[in-house]
C-alpha cells in the first residue's frame, strides 16, 4: 500500500491524500445552491452493465424505469409520494424518473439511476435517450478534476419538482 506517492509528486499533484471540495456544492457554490438546494449523485443498477440491458424483458420488468432515490421528509417537503414521476433539474438541463422514497438518503442528497434510454421508442427519438438520462445534468466544461482531468460526474447542485 502506498500512501505518499512520489510519482504523483513528481507529477505536480499532492503525494498524499487530501480533499478538495468539487464545484457546484452547497459549500463551493452557496447561491446556485439557493435554486438548486439537493446534491445529486447517480449509480449504476444491478440489473444492467452500464447502458446495456434495457432491451431484454425480464429485467425491464425487473427495474421497468429510471428512479431516483429521496428521503420521504424531502419527498414531502415538495409534495412527492412514491412511484411519482419527478423533474431532476440542474442549470444545464432536467430529466424525468420515478420516486423511491428511502430513508436510507440523507434528506440533502439524492441519488438517481445512470445510464437509461427506452429500446421501445423510436430510433429518430434516439430511443428517448434525453428524457431520463443523467448525462444532461453534469457540468461538461472546466473546472475538470486536477489529477484525472474529467469532468464531475456526482456530487452537484440539482432540485427535484413533480412532473
Known sequence: MELYSKRLEEWGFD??????????TPYSDPELAKEYPLVLTTSKSAYFIHTSGRQIGSLRKSHPNPVVDIHPDTAGKLGIKEGDWVHIETKRGNIKQKARLTAAMDPR??????????????????????ESSI?????????????????????????????
Request: proline share 13%; glycine share 8%.
Open 15 to 24: 503525494p498524499l491524500p487530501v480533499y478538495h471540495e468539487q464545484p457546484e
Open 135 to 163: 448525462n444532461i445534468l453534469p457540468n461538461s466544461k472546466p473546472p475538470y478534476g486536477r489529477e484525472m482531468g474529467t469532468p464531475n460526474l456526482r456530487g452537484f447542485l440539482c432540485k427535484i419538482s413533480k412532473a
Open 109 to 130: 442528497v439524492v441519488r438517481a439511476d445512470f445510464g437509461w434510454w427506452f429500446p421501445e421508442r423510436d430510433a429518430e427519438s434516439i430511443h428517448g435517450w434525453a
